[in-house]
């Protein structure tokens, strides 16, 4: 529910700035990158969590994406030119309906030894889309033909011109979402503390559960009510 609530309010800045032209400054510094991180890392990890309690998670994988393309579709006509072509629903679908395919294999390694392989591929693998694999210095160079096909954007290598305005590929982020799986069977376990387990704060508890619904109207809402200010008010 927190997460979601900081998501709204970083897309309102994003509307500020990209769409009205308002000066929002810290937005474009390590404050705005270091929030648009927390909430998406936090989205993923926690949306492979959930993994290890869905009854299908091929079915919410495919409501997901099916939603993703909605949006796609959406902001093609609305915003083309900030058009989302493979954003953070379309991974998190794709990656649901990936699961069930990858569990048997993932089930048979240690817990915690799963969480620490598949966080440090992830961080890895986290600049693949701009060229490159490693952690610090250690780093090497992928072959440039992998990003002159247009059609690997989806996969974590962008071709020339791609764009999308909001980008999520599978590499790196399904190794996230896979390391969040891992914290799903501890928290099967109950072996996370015990304060994960209670609800604190139930009005925030239910905007968490509404999640899916608030991320597709939110930037409609958002939109609509800026649009109304700047261009009418």
């Known amino acids: 529910g927190l997460v979601l609530l900081l998501m709204v309010f970083y897309h309102g800045c994003y509307d500020l700035v990209a769409l009205f032209g308002v000066p929002?400054?810290?937005f474009y510094t390590g404050l705005g990158h270091l929030l648009q991180q927390f909430i998406c890392i936090s989205f993923i990890l926690i949306s492979?969590?959930?993994?290890?309690?869905?009854?299908?998670?091929?079915?919410?994988?495919?409501?997901?994406?099916?939603?993703?393309m909605a949006l796609t579709l959406g902001t093609l006509i609305a915003t083309p030119q900030v058009a989302i072509w493979f954003g953070v629903l379309h991974l998190l679908?794709?990656?649901?309906?990936?699961?069930p395919l990858l569990r048997p294999a993932l089930d048979r390694l240690p817990r915690d030894v799963g969480l620490a392989l598949f966080l440090l591929l992830f961080l890895?693998?986290?600049q693949v889309p701009s060229g490159w694999v490693g952690l610090g210095p250690w780093r090497a160079a992928l072959?440039?033909?992998?990003?002159?096909i247009p059609w690997l954007a989806w996969l974590g290598f962008p071709g020339p011109g791609f764009s999308s305005g909001d980008y999520f590929p599978l590499i790196p982020w399904l190794l996230l979402f896979l390391a969040g799986?891992?914290?799903?069977?501890?928290?099967?376990?109950?072996?996370?503390?015990?304060?994960?387990?209670?609800?604190?704060?139930?009005?925030?508890?239910?905007?968490?559960r509404a999640s899916i619904w608030i991320y597709m109207l939110h930037?409609?809402?958002?939109?609509?009510?800026?649009w109304l200010y700047f261009r009418v008010l």
């Open 93 to 99: 679908g794709v990656s649901m309906m990936l699961y």
């Open 124 to 126: 890895c693998c986290k």
């Open 24 to 26: 929002l400054s810290w």
């Open 48 to 68: 492979g969590l959930c993994c290890r309690f869905s009854r299908s998670n091929l079915k919410r994988g495919a409501v997901a994406f099916g939603l993703a």
């Open 181 to 208: 799986s891992f914290l799903g069977r501890r928290a099967q376990a109950g072996d996370l503390p015990n304060f994960c387990y209670r609800s604190h704060l139930p009005w925030l508890a239910a905007v968490g």
């Open 219 to 226: 930037q409609p809402v958002l939109y609509g009510a800026l």
């Open 143 to 148: 072959p440039a033909a992998l990003y002159q």
